[in-house]
């Protein structure tokens, strides 16, 4: 029997969560991931060296300084992982914005079109990438010009309905429901274990999923942030799933049946309820939702430190 890793491939686009090229060849997904946090780990190895030191030489002469100068390198440097990544991967990478600029409708724009601009200096066209962007309400607008500019969009930090119905409506391509951080929250707050079946997170993306497929959004929805396999194995059937390696590594290891836990045709049946979005509706239901408001506010600032720690390191090579 196929491990469980090449199981899930049969219903569910598998997307590797690293920055480290070594796990890309060694696990074969189809798309990448990556976020402040995982460039910083990567950036920081030895044998990723060789890219800093690209993004360095090609902007010394650029006449920018200071913290403008560490911005224009970071923004080279992440591209370039994207690149490489892509000489990996037959699919997509995702490449992140600015946490700073999560309420900047004008400067995600801005910052997406400089991505995109630089890829494609690199021959990277535009169809094989993905920008990154928090979902607020800022994050959802700002998609949905650069969808209409034909930039794909992968919506992150994303824990409720009311951002998943926001994204579909507004054309984003993908969404990254975080599923382990909605765990962790509610595991805070009621002091009990979660099986996997009755996990907070994975019924939180059974039910966008079901939206999306009942009421016939074209955005990808994809699983991310997993705690344990069972989390994943749960959503079998998913559009996509952002996995790490220590869990890819887990589902290779293992050999027990993977059964579909998701479909259209089931989606189609559900009771789910339409809602109808607007500024004043999303915001007061993510009002309503404190763990989604936590854990979104909570993950902008982890990805500014995390981005903060990344121009640290660079300005000390400068």
Known sequence: MNNQLEQLKQFTTVVADTGDFATLKQYAPRDATTN????????????????LDKAIADNRS????????VS??????????????????????STETDASLSFDVNGLVAKARTFIG??????????????????????????EVLQREGV???MTLLFSLAQAVACAEAGARLISPFVGRILDWYKKSTGREYSAAEDPGVVS???IYNYYKKFGHNTEVMGASFRNVGEILELAGCDLLTISPALLGELQAGTTPVARKLSPETARTSTIERVKMDENTF?????????????LAEGIRSFAADALKLEKHIASRL
């Open 205 to 207: 993306v059974q039910a």
């Open 36 to 51: 402040p946090t995982l460039i910083m780990k990567a950036a920081t190895l030895p044998e990723y060296a060789y890219l």
């Open 62 to 69: 650029s006449g920018l300084t200071g913290k403008a100068q």
């Open 72 to 93: 224009r390198v970071l923004d080279h440097l992440l591209v370039l992982f994207g690149a490489e990544i892509l000489k990996v991967v037959p699919g997509r990478v």
């Open 118 to 143: 630089l890829y494609q200096k690199l021959g990277v066209p535009k169809e094989r990438i993905l920008i990154k962007i928090a979902t607020t309400w800022e994050g959802v607008r700002a998609a």
């Open 283 to 295: 915001r007061w239901m993510m009002n309503e939702d404190a763990m989604a408001t936590e854990k």
């Open 152 to 154: 794909n969009c992968n």
